[in-house]
């Protein structure tokens, strides 16, 4: 009876076995998946993540090329900077020594004329002298004749020696002072007349300079035409740096290239025509508007520093051009020299420009 109900009662052991495997199976199908997610996940990071460091490198070195054209242009810039200096002070010098020579001149006749007035007031001070001695001696004359033949002729006789010897020594002196005069007024002469050559010779050369000024100018205007936003205004030219310059900015654009490559042609015909021996020079000045540099701006920091910038942007040009580098001297006013006090957009830009001067050293 037992084995009977022994043999009657159910297994689950099978049915757990199986139930199992379902388990393992699922979990084995859970992992694959999530080994190919986790494996997916990663090769799409480790992309991402090199594509970023590679933009994050070329950015480094895009900002690593910009901060070095930087400093070579602040270094350039405050070489220009010294050159320009350097080259007023040598002008400063010259113009001193010039005027110090004509002082010396000067001083030095002025010296002798003094001498010679001074010499002229002792010799007419002496003549003075002499003549009242000469009064005094005539008058003893007189007196000795009034009184008794006594010795009478003895003493007339050295009265008129002494007299005799008062006529010599008046006539040498009157001579002197004669001789004295004429020296003092050839002085004068020859004074007046170096002057006037010194003058002469300036004016000349000022003159002779001012014909090429008419000329060169004529040539830009006809060159350039009418229409053009370069504009003549008195003994020079005045171009907007709107024309040549972004704002905030001293790289020429393509334009100004264009303008000045014209300019640069009628500057090296100008070289070959003016002579030798009158010094004359491009005067580059650059001027700004009155508004204040941008905060954070490191390629200049204020006003005159970019308008010395821009007018040797423009030198640059002119050399690459085929001008010669000593007749370019490039100046920065910043926003001091403007040509009108106003505050709107249009004064603003009139005060923007660069002036080209022909003119002496």
Known sequence: MLNVRFKDKTNAWPGFVDLFSNLVIILIFLLIVFVFLWTTTSVFNKNSGAKRVAELQETQQAQAEQIEQMTADKQEAEQLLIAARDALESQEQKLASQQQQQENIANAYESQIATLTSQQAELAQQISLLTEQLKLATEEKEQLAENGAEDRQDILDQANSEIEELNLRIAELEEALDTAERVAAEKEVEYAEMSNRLNTALAEKVAELSEYQSMFYKQVKTALGENSSIKPEGDRFI?????????????????????????????????????????????????????????????????????????????DEFIRNGVSKPRLIPTGFGDMNPVTDGKDAKSLQKNRRIELQLTNR
Request: aromatic share 6%; charged share 20%; net charge positive.
């Open 239 to 315: 171009i907007q740096s709107d024309i040549l310059f972004n704002s905030g900015s001293y790289k020429i654009s393509a334009d100004g290239k264009k303008q000045l490559k014209i300019l640069a042609g009628l500057i090296k015909d100008l070289e070959n025509k003016i002579p030798s021996d009158i010094d004359w020079i491009i005067r580059i000045d650059g001027h700004t508007d009155s508004k204040p540099v941008i905060p954070g701006t490191t390629a200049y920091w204020n006003n005159m520093q970019l308008s010395l910038l821009r007018a040797a942007s423009v030198a």
